[in-house]
């Protein structure tokens, strides 16, 4: 099903077109992705944070584990008609759940053996080992409303100090305010 309207009730929905392909999740054209507006600014953003679905800034402890998110993804109605827009990035990380699916093991470990050992990226990852964590970099973000540097995310202990609850293409391939999480 698909909104009739971005800004519309989650029951005001239409038939898809057709199925989204893979081809859709590899163009970010699958009909649904991040809402580039203020949170809350539509209804389908409320339902997204919800369901923990982790559309806003990174924050690999939010999201569920892979089964469960793509389940509850699955509940809502698609924002647009597959193919017919790009939305950035949660064809990504339907994407990495396909791949973890078709390939028998966790998307982590197969980009880990497919992809980034044999390209000699030893130190790109989901999360940072400790061993490591002295090479990661505080993170600060900008309180808008005074305009002071705030403290965001420690290394130790932090958000990327432990793996993610759902290794997703979108937790370590999108920027955030603070740094790119352990690709160093």
Known sequence: MVLKQLDGPLDDTVPANRPITVRDLLTF???????MAPPGTYPIQKAMDELRLGQGPPSP????????????????????????????NTGSDVLGVLIARASGQTFATFLRERILEPLGMKDTGFSVPAADLDRLATGYWTNFETGALELHDEAEGGQWSRPPSHPAQGVWSRPSTTTWPSAR
């Open 29 to 35: 054209r699958m009909g649904f992705g991040v809402v």
């Open 61 to 88: 402890s939010t999201p569920p584990g892979p089964d469960e998110w793509i389940r509850r993804l699955g509940t809502l109605p698609l924002m647009h008609q597959p193919g017919e827009r790009w939305m950035y």
